[in-house]
T-cell receptor, first 113, second 112 residues
Framework: NAGVTQTPKFQVLKTGQSMTLQCAQD?????MYWYRQDPGMGLRLIYY???????DKGEVPNGYNVSRLNKREFSLRLESAAPSQTSVYFC????????????FGSGTQLSVL | DQQVKQNSPSLSVQEGRISILNCDYT??????FLWYKKYPAEGPTFLIS?????DKNEDGRFTVFLNKSAKHLSLHIVPSQPGDSAVYFC???????????FGKGTRLHILP
């Protein structure tokens, strides 16, 4: 019963390096989300995908790109990592577009040096 | 511009007593509200929700109250148990929008 799976769990990057965070859900959910959590800032929405083939910006999209590869997978890419992107990243999914509870992955701890 | 505000970073409550966590919002278009609970090193998990057409929703020990005129909601936990020690996030979703916006969270400590 996997739910939402994120990889990797931990990552250390140097400034300027690129990487992709992977997320997959096995609940046949339509909507998927990427959040970041920073101390004192709560959870902030980076990007979301209401359905396969669509993506939209959230509250803090700058410095990130996303791809909704298929219904199951939603990846987050950092093209040129910056120290300000040091954070814990959470992927989430929900069954429908609106007013549905989110199911979260266990998070990716990213440090950019 | 913070649309969902949890003004208490932390709260300590004696085991067995009532815990009350508060949340304020500024966007009048929010029509659905949720509470999530988060333990360290884990993702948040859904706790309880309420639609704007209601003013109360109850699920076991957890009750959420919504005061639309004051743009305020609260989560009541009765009785509080040690396993309730966690960070609680209030979240809201605007009508017709796919976004779910979170507050900064309140860390709840249940004291023995």
């Amino acid at each position: 019963n996997a739910g939402v799976t994120q990889t990797p769990k931990f990552q250390v990057l140097k400034t300027g390096q690129s990487m992709t965070l992977q997320c997959a859900q096995d609940m046949n959910h339509n909507s998927m989300y990427w959040y970041r959590q920073d101390p004192g800032m709560g959870l902030r929405l980076i990007y979301y995908s209401a359905s396969e083939g669509t993506t939209d910006k959230g509250e803090v999209p700058n410095g990130y790109n996303v791809s909704r590869l298929n219904k199951r997978e939603f990846s987050l890419r950092l093209e040129s990592a910056a120290p300000s992107q040091t954070s814990v990243y959470f992927c989430a999914s929900s069954e429908t577009r609106t007013n549905e509870k989110l199911f979260f992955g266990s998070g990716t701890q990213l440090s950019v040096l | 511009d913070q649309q969902v505000k949890q003004n208490s970073p932390s709260l300590s409550v004696q085991e067995g007593r009532i815990s009350i966590l508060n949340c304020d919002y500024t966007n009048s278009m929010f029509d659905y509200f949720l509470w999530y609970k988060k333990y360290p090193a884990e993702g948040p998990t859904f706790l309880i929700s309420i639609s704007s057409i209601k003013d109360k929703n109850e699920d076991g020990r957890f009750t959420v109250f919504l005061n639309k005129s004051a743009k305020h909601l609260s989560l009541h936990i009765v009785p509080s148990q040690p396993g309730d020690s966690a960070v609680y996030f209030c979240a809201a979703s605007p009508l017709g929008d796919d976004k779910i916006i979170f507050g900064k969270g309140t860390r709840l400590h249940i004291l023995p």
